[in-house]
C-alpha cells in the first residue's frame, strides 16, 4: 500500500513513520512519499526517518518529491498535512491579533481565519489534483484549521477526505486514567466541531464514568483539562471540553497572558523548528554521530511538548505539564487505524471530522462535525450519540458561520467575506477591528492578495 504526504517536510512526519514501523499486519503501508515545496526540509525529515528505519529490514521505502503530480498519482491514501506560510506565517498571525488585543492562535480566532484563508485555496486545489490524479485514494486531513479544511476539500472529494484531530483521544485518555479506567476498554461519547468540542459521556462496561469524575475532586483535578478549566466549571458545564474551549472560557486571561509572554507560541515553534533543520542541514558532508538526525528531533519534540499551551496554563496558575499529559492523544495512531479500517475492512470506532449528516441538528447536513464514527471499507460514518450541550449550540453555529464565511471568501475573492468571518467570530467584537485585522494580513501575507483591497 502506497501512502502519500503532503507537507512531507513537516516535523510531525517522523511520528507517523514510527507508527509505520510498528505495523505489522497484512496490508501494511510499503511505500511512502514526502511531498514538500522545501527541498532542505525533506532532505533533513528524510534523514530522520532513516534513522528510524535502522534495524527494520522491512521497512517502508522512502520517496521524495516537489512535485505535487508525481506525489498524488497512484497514492491509495494522502495525508494533507501542509502549511501555508509556514511557522513564520504562525507567528505573524499571533502577532498581527495581539496588537489589536485579541488571540491570535492557529485554528481559535483571527489567527485560525488568516490562516483559513491562507489555507484553504491551496488545500481546494489539492483535492482537485487528488480527485483527477488519484480518484480512488482517500484524503486524510491533519491541515489546520482542520475542521474548515476538511469541508473546503469535500466539495470535490466528498466523504473520501475525513480530517483527524488527537484532541478528543487525548482528552478521553486522561479523563479515564483519572478514574482508574483502561483507556483502552472506555467508549467516548464526544460532539462538536474541531478543537471546540465536549466529552459527554465515558463509558465502560456500559457505565457512564462522568459523574463519578465530576464527583472526585482529586481526581477531576488530576489531569490537564481539570486543572485548566476548574472543578467548579466543569461540573457546572456537565461535560469535559475539549482545550481549546480554554480560549472561549478564558478569553481575556488567555490574552493577558499572550501579550505578557516573552514571545508567542507560534515564534517560539519557529525559532525551535529552524535551530532544528538548520543544525541538521550544515552537518551535510560531516560523518554523523549514530541516529543523529533522530536524536534532534526527539530532542526537540520533546520540549515541543512540554511547552504546550503554556500560555493557557499560567493564565490559570497551573504551572508546568506533569509528565502523565505529555503524551498526545496519539493522531498517528488514529490515521493508522483509519486508513487500516478502510484498507482491509477492519471495522473500528473513530473520533473523526466528517460530514454530519443530521449528527448535530442545528447545523446543515452537509457541515463536518468532529464526533465518534465507524469506520470500515465504505469509510466513516457518524455515530448516534449525545446531543450537542445547550450551552454549546450557540459557540458552535458561530463557528461554523465563520467557517462558512471563509470558505466563501476563498472561493469568490470577496473581501467582505474575509471581513464578515473575523465580524462574527465569538472572540473579535469589533467589525473595526475586524477590518484593521485583514489590512494587516493581507500587507503581510501576499497569499491573501486574492481577496483585493
Known amino acids: 500500500m502506497r501512502l502519500t504526504i503532503l507537507g512531507g517536510g513537516g516535523f510531525r512526519v517522523p511520528l507517523v513513520y514510527r507508527a509505520l514501523l510498528g505495523d505489522r499486519g497484512p496490508g501494511r503501508v510499503t511505500e511512502v512519499t514526502l511531498y514538500d515545496l522545501d527541498a532542505s526540509r525533506l532532505t533533513t525529515i528524510h534523514k530522520v526517518l532513516a534513522d528510524q528505519a535502522a534495524g527494520h529490514p522491512d521497512a517502508p521505502v522512502v520517496t521524495v518529491t516537489t512535485d505535487l503530480d508525481e506525489a498524488v498519482t497512484g497514492a491509495d491514501f494522502v495525508f494533507s498535512a501542509i502549511r501555508v506560510g509556514g511557522l513564520g506565517g504562525r507567528a505573524a498571525d499571533e502577532r498581527i491579533a495581539l496588537e489589536e488585543g485579541v488571540l491570535g492562535q492557529e485554528t481559535v480566532g483571527a489567527g485560525g481565519i488568516s490562516y483559513g484563508l491562507r489555507t484553504v485555496p491551496v488545500a481546494v486545489e489539492i483535492a482537485r489534483r487528488v480527485a483527477a490524479l488519484a480518484p480512488d485514494a482517500w484524503v486524510i486531513n491533519f491541515t489546520n484549521p482542520a475542521g474548515m479544511v476538511t469541508q473546503a476539500m469535500t466539495a470535490h472529494l466528498g466523504d473520501r ?123 551535510e558532508g560531516s560523518p554523523p554521530s549514530a541516529r543523529a538526525a533522530w536524536n534532534a528531533w526527539d530532542a526537540t519534540r520533546l520540549e515541543r511538548e512540554i511547552t504546550y499551551m503554556a500560555e493557557n496554563r499560567d493564565a490559570v496558575g497551573m504551572g508546568e505539564r506533569d509528565s502523565c499529559d505529555l503524551e498526545s ?125
Not at 172 to 193: C, E, F, K, W
Not at 235 to 251: D, I, K, M, Q, V
Not at 367 to 378: G, I, K, L, M, T
Open 161 to 283: 477526505v475525513i480530517g483527524i484531530c488527537d484532541s478528543p483521544v487525548g482528552l478521553g485518555r486522561r479523563a479515564a486514567g483519572a478514574i482508574g479506567a483502561d483507556p483502552a476498554r472506555v467508549r467516548l461519547d464526544y460532539v462538536g466541531l474541531n478543537h471546540l468540542g465536549w466529552l459527554c459521556g465515558l463509558y465502560a462496561d456500559g457505565r457512564d464514568l462522568l459523574p463519578a469524575l465530576f464527583a472526585d475532586e482529586t481526581a477531576l483535578t488530576s489531569f490537564e483539562e481539570g486543572k485548566l478549566f476548574g472543578a467548579d466549571l466543569l461540573r457546572t458545564l456537565g461535560a469535559l471540553p475539549n482545550e481549546y474551549l480554554h480560549y472561549y472560557y478564558f478569553n481575556r486571561e488567555s490574552v493577558g497572558s499572550a501579550l505578557a509572554a516573552e514571545q508567542t507560541r507560534g515564534a517560539f515553534l519557529h525559532s525551535q523548528q529552524q535551530h532544528f533543520y538548520d543544525s541538521l542541514g550544515t552537518a
Open 329 to 453: 492523544g496519539g493522531y498517528e495512531q488514529v490515521a493508522l487505524a483509519l486508513m487500516r479500517a478502510i484498507a482491509l475492512d477492519e471495522r473500528v470506532s473513530l473520533i473523526l471530522n466528517v460530514r454530519g449528516r443530521g449528527r448535530i441538528d442545528v447545523l446543515e447536513d452537509d457541515d463536518v462535525v468532529e464526533v465518534p464514527c465507524h469506520v470500515d471499507a465504505n469509510g466513516a460514518r457518524p455515530i448516534a450519540g449525545a446531543p450537542l450541550p445547550d450551552h454549546g449550540k450557540g459557540l458552535v453555529c458561530a463557528v461554523k458561520a465563520v467557517e462558512h464565511a471563509v470558505i466563501h471568501a476563498a472561493a469568490t475573492g470577496e473581501r467582505a467575506h474575509a471581513v464578515k468571518a473575523l465580524t462574527i467570530h465569538p472572540l473579535i467584537d469589533s467589525y473595526a477591528v475586524a477590518k484593521r485585522l485583514l489590512d494587516g494580513y493581507q500587507r503581510h501575507f501576499p497569499e491573501l492578495g486574492y481577496l483585493g483591497r
